[in-house]
């Protein structure tokens, strides 16, 4: 099922303006295949789906041209400026506050942002824990992606 789920997420980005994850959701069900936003947020992420702008001051789904384009600074300020609301730690978790549904899109640009100090994430709709080594790199991480946020 998720093979099929995926090809077929293939070919809407490619023949339609998807700009939300809701929007994918709506044309998967058109397409009678029934999903969960969950569902729909852990194949963006399997799929390495991007956002393009569209030309006129919006944005949609698509491939990355490559690797460059999918994890630059430029993405990563844009994606935790609009999708973060807030970030603090204790000890060695740094947890990351999102928009519902953003989460994982954020965990996996911290993961392949490759920042040394970080171990890895666990996501989920709008919270995310990093966990960060050593523990006193945990306020660094968070004054980085504080950076990215204004």
Known sequence: MKGTRQGLIKR??????????EDLAE???ASRIKVTQATVSRDIKEMML???PTG????RYAYPLQNTVIFSEERMQRL????????????????????????N??????DYANWPEVLGTVAGDDNI??????KSAAPQIVERLKSYMM
């Open 105 to 110: 899109t954020v965990a996996s640009a911290i």
């Open 129 to 134: 824990f990093v966990i960060v080594k050593p």
């Open 56 to 59: 006129d001051g919006r944005y």
């Open 27 to 29: 044309a998967l069900r």
């Open 50 to 52: 991007i956002k393009v």
């Open 80 to 103: 935790l400026h609009d999708t973060v609301t807030g970030c603090d730690y204790s000890e060695n978790i740094v947890v990351v506050k999102t928009l519902p549904g953003g989460a």
């Open 12 to 21: 809407i980005i490619e023949e339609q303006i998807i700009e939300t994850q």
